[in-house]
């Protein structure tokens, strides 16, 4: 098992989806049920946990460990321009630490979207799609300063949030 992220163009809350016997919305091909939506992250945007979505398209653009997806946000943030959380800290996540101690500080910046969002289960909206699409293609200047599985790594992000971006979220799961 691992981490996959999924990206969906196209949205639409189902209205009064059907109940299934177990009480919980039955979901037929081209729908996605919101269990999480991580509504407590300002990231979900109007998504709402417990609904049913249609999407005309979805694609899995990613497909790796967390450990593999926690180093590249480290990375993004390291090559984003962000310090070290501690300066000559070894720990190995020490500026994507950096960047969830800014946002629980309130402060945002580039990638704080995606660095601070737990990568285990949850949705990200439309809106917050089209900021970190910005951000990664920002970042992007500075890939060269990632090794080259990073690099596809973060071709593959990119990939996921222009599709996401059309009307349509990321969900990570």
């Known amino acids: 098992m691992g981490l996959d992220i999924t990206a969906y ?3 639409k809350l189902i209205e009064n989806p059907k109940m299934g ?3 919980h919305p039955e979901v037929w091909a081209n729908q996605v049920y919101i269990g999480i939506c991580n509504s407590e992250w300002e990231q979900g945007d109007d998504l709402e946990v417990g ?7 979805a694609r899995s ?3 790796s460990s967390y450990s593999t997806y926690g180093n590249l946000r480290n990375e993004l943030a390291r090559i984003a321009g962000y ?3 501690i300066a000559g800290s070894k720990y190995r996540g020490i500026y994507a630490a950096r960047v969830c101690d800014d946002w629980e500080k309130g402060q945002r910046g580039i990638l704080s979207e995606l660095i601070y969002f737990a990568d285990n289960e949850g949705e990200i909206g439309t809106k917050t799609c089209r900021k970190i699409l910005n951000d990664l ?3 992007s200047k500075h890939a060269g300063e990632l090794n080259e599985w990073n690099q596809g790594l973060l071709t593959n992000l990119i ?4 599709f996401a971006a059309v009307d349509g979220f990321v969900q990570f799961a």
């Not at 609904?51 to 005309?56: E, K, R």
């Not at 990939?159 to 222009?162: H, N």
């Open 51 to 57: 609904q049913v979505y249609g999407f005309s398209y």
């Open 21 to 23: 016997d177990t009480n």
């Open 61 to 63: 653009f990613y497909s």
């Open 159 to 162: 990939q996921t949030f222009e």
């Open 137 to 139: 293609h920002t970042v």
């Open 83 to 85: 310090k070290p959380l």
């Open 9 to 11: 163009k196209g949205t």
